[in-house]
């Protein structure tokens, strides 16, 4: 029996339909996109597209721990605009003492401030025991409310002696390969490692799947998901280290409707919205396939762009009701 088992484990693995589904329409979006336009394929569109999709990838990396473990979190378009306002802060403070070194300074401002911002959220969740989804709600305003404070309405710009330095954190390349791109496939990486190679990660869809079991397993759910949020706010910070060279400036408007791009991309990536399941390669795809979706609606002139969170919209809805006809 042993030997037959070991015959089982050893042969070769079923492949899961199901968790290659984001995959497959990933590569049906792309075949219609270069029905529609022959340009579609070109490298510059193609580098354009995945760097473009960065800053939702990393975040939704995220915001997949924190759905598979029981939470939400609608904040985090907020939350990216008001980090990416302390970060200019402190980098044009620390500019004439340090130079070029603030950038550093005011990366690690960054990471320690969205940190907190994710403490915060998972504090109001886990502590104050208020659904997720009215904690991060309110701080959604209130992360908003406080970059259109600090901005005065307005925008933060960064010191024009720090744009050029930082300049190549978005629009460098390593080897051919967007600097954007390669941060996110650190991110995506570590954060696979963690979700599935690890302790807390088995805890975390745990607690997501069935909260009471896991704690009557001895799993900390309080700490789990406060962790969760942790990372997410992590997340936003490298997202925000990658956007502030694009735009050069912070404004009420950053990371507006962010939220709905990275729950959507999460969801269609095979993440169950209810926990318990997480696929972070498959937010990955869920993420190239809105912006390729983007992309193409610029592109053919069919739908006008200014549509484009409607077919978000819409492509969540189809995602939710495709997971409860497969369930």
Known sequence: MTAAIASRSAGPRRIRWADMGPF????????VG???NSSFLSGTNI?????????VAI???GATFVISSGGLDLSVGSMMAFVTGIMILAMNRLEPSMGGYAIVAGAGVGLVVGALCGLLNGLIVTVGKIEPFIATLGTMGIFRALITWMSDGGSIPIERSLREPYRPVYFGNLLGIPVPVILTLIVVLV???VLYRTKYGRRCMAAGSNADVARFSGVSVAKVRTMAFVIQGL????AAICYIPRLGAATPTTGQLWELQVITAVVIGGTALR???ARVWGTVAGALILEVIANLMVLSNMVSEYLVAAVQGVIIIL???AHRFIK
């Open 34 to 36: 270069v029905m529609i």
């Open 275 to 277: 926990g318990g399941k």
């Open 24 to 31: 497959i329409a990933l590569a049906v979006v792309v075949l």
């Open 235 to 238: 997340c936003v910070a490298i």
């Open 319 to 321: 995602a939710m009701l």
């Open 47 to 55: 580098a354009n597209v995945v760097t473009r999709s960065a800053f």
């Open 191 to 193: 954060g696979a490692f």
């Open 59 to 61: 975040i939704a990396v």
